[in-house]
């Protein structure tokens, strides 16, 4: 066994590698990630890198050394040469004479993990792989939160330095005001669902309508919830398909300086525009007690004219007076769930923050989107490349492309025999595949699926490098997945723009 210590000249990345030695061959297998050090790799920055081994099992190793791969273009080894030598039984073994060196591109951003691959080999045909991880950077309020498992990002307007950062302003629709919206007339602790006025692509699915509730949120599709007891993100509290700007207990007629909710489509700038126009805040449930108005808006944008990387939609909170004190409530939940409460973006609660997060505040933007802070990949290709079956029967042509590329394939027989039957067989024909294309961060962009082809007969599907939308994709790195019946095959696609 080894146990692996992971360090820099910037300091140490402990991360632990447990690798288990049964006589006479090795192998291994991974513990857990420890956190400690201080060490940090900061975009544009070059680093040594050692790993420490310790033999913590039974067979001396002789003669190790080590071979470092990046397994993402933000980060390329320099050096990938170390050798650490004998490591006895007990013994740790650092391969500082010959150290690795890592450098970090400036376009990367902080917050980012960069997956690394170490061969180590030896004496008696001894080789193994394995994998450890660093994040580059230390995130603070001036870089994105997120992603969450889907892959959308919170950008704030405190974000400086990325395309994706919103600007605050200020969009007023309450009717009472001056503004075009029409006014929902909810009651306390009331949700109504409404028609979208386009379609709207959330966490990978489209809906057409919205439900808006008095208590500072929405759900996409339709929902009676209208829960004033707010909930951490993700979790089974409140309606799925949440997007929360301000989640907390609100009553819109409370007293009679309390306002209106509302909403307005702004078809200029194909935008659907939800306002909570001073609307009272409720503090202690006990003995609600009206509070501070409270003013912020959701805005939808219609994916058709405003894309991402996904086709997934781009949603901005604004708050133009906020006061987030309700202790009795646990605060406010700010953020963003999808369907099963599996995944989702959560911004604050219970007045705690992530530290990429900026606290809420009057004139506070905050935009979420699937768009990247950096155009490295988000996944681990590795994972992604992985292959069941059998390889060779995916075909991609030409790779790189620029308008088009012709995918080809055919549905191996079992165990790869010829077809040598008639093609009206029932064992041959109308055997349906599944192909699938996802961009680098691992979000499906184009689908063909419910196909039937016959059995060892090529089939070819032309794709011109766009979305389910019909929307042109941006230039950039692909996977293609083919499957049917026990085959799965992915390759890789450079889209050239």
């Known amino acids: 066994k080894f146990n692996l210590t992971i360090n820099s000249s910037q300091g140490n990345w402990n991360s632990v590698l447990w690798l288990i030695a049964e006589a006479p061959e090795f192998e291994y297998r991974r513990s857990q990630i420890l956190d400690g050090g201080n060490g940090v790799l900061e975009p544009g920055e070059t680093s040594d890198l050692t790993i420490t081994i310790k033999n913590i099992g039974n067979l001396s190793g002789a003669n190790i050394n080590g071979i470092l791969r990046s397994k993402n273009p933000g980060v390329v080894v320099l050096d990938s040469i170390g050798a650490f030598g004998n490591v ?30 170490t061969i180590l080999s030896g004496d008696n045909n001894f080789r193994d792989t394995v994998e ?7 995130v603070n309020p001036n870089t994105p939160t997120g992603p969450d498992g889907y892959g959308y990002y919170a950008y704030d307007n405190t974000d400086t330095g990325y395309p994706e950062t919103p600007a605050y302003n200020w969009i007023e629709i309450d009717p009472d005001l001056g503004g075009p919206g029409t006014i929902l007339n909810l009651l306390n602790d009331e949700t109504k669902t409404i028609n979208l006025p386009f379609s709207f692509k959330y966490y990978g699915n489209n809906y057409n309508k919205i439900s808006i509730c008095s208590n500072g ?49 702004d078809a200029t700038n194909h935008r659907f525009i939800i306002e909570w126009s001073r609307i009272q805040h ?42 987030n004190d309700d202790q009795w409530h646990n605060y406010a939940t700010v953020g963003i769930e999808d369907l099963n409460h599996k995944n989702g973006l959560e911004y604050t609660y219970a007045n705690v923050y992530p530290p990429s997060a900026a606290v809420l505040a009057n004139n506070r933007a905050i935009k979420f989107t699937t768009d990247q802070p950096d155009p490295f990949p ?29 995918i080809k394939f055919q549905i191996p027989n079992p165990n790869n025999q010829t077809n040598s039957k008639s093609q009206n067989s ?12 996802y961009d680098v961060s691992g979000r499906l962009v184009k689908s063909f699926n419910s196909v039937s082809s016959i ?43």
Not at 132 to 138: A, P, Q, R
Not at 301 to 306: A, E, L, T
């Open 426 to 437: 029932n064992d041959d024909v109308g055997q349906g595949f599944s192909l699938a294309i």
């Open 88 to 117: 006895a039984v007990g013994d740790s073994v650092t391969n500082s004479g010959n150290r690795f060196k890592v450098g970090a591109s400036s376009q990367i951003a902080p917050g980012h993990e960069i997956k690394f691959i």
């Open 378 to 406: 988000g996944i681990d290709e590795g994972e992604r490349l992985k292959v069941k079956g059998s390889r060779g029967d995916l075909q991609i042509y030409p790779n790189p492309f620029t308008n088009y590329c012709v």
């Open 217 to 265: 949120y929405c759900a996409l599709d339709s929902t009676w919830i209208a829960d004033m007891y707010n909930w951490h993100i993700p979790a089974a509290g409140g309606p799925p398909l949440l997007i929360a700007p301000f989640w907390d207990d609100l009553d819109p007629n409370a007293t009679d300086s309390s306002g209106n909710v509302c909403y307005y489509y």
């Open 132 to 138: 450890f991880s660093i994040i580059i950077g230390l």
């Open 282 to 323: 409720l503090h202690d449930p006990t003995n609600p007690t009206p509070a501070e108005l409270q003013t912020f808006e959701i805005i939808l944008f219609d994916p058709v004219y405003y894309p991402t990387q996904t086709g997934d939609g781009e949603i901005l909170f604004q708050y133009k007076k906020i006061t």
């Open 455 to 497: 059995k060892n007969q090529v089939t070819s599907i032309v794709w011109s490098g766009d979305d389910e939308a019909g929307r042109k994709l941006p230039a950039g790195i692909y996977f293609i997945e083919f499957g049917a019946e026990m085959h799965n095959e992915i390759q890789k696609v450079i889209l050239l723009r």
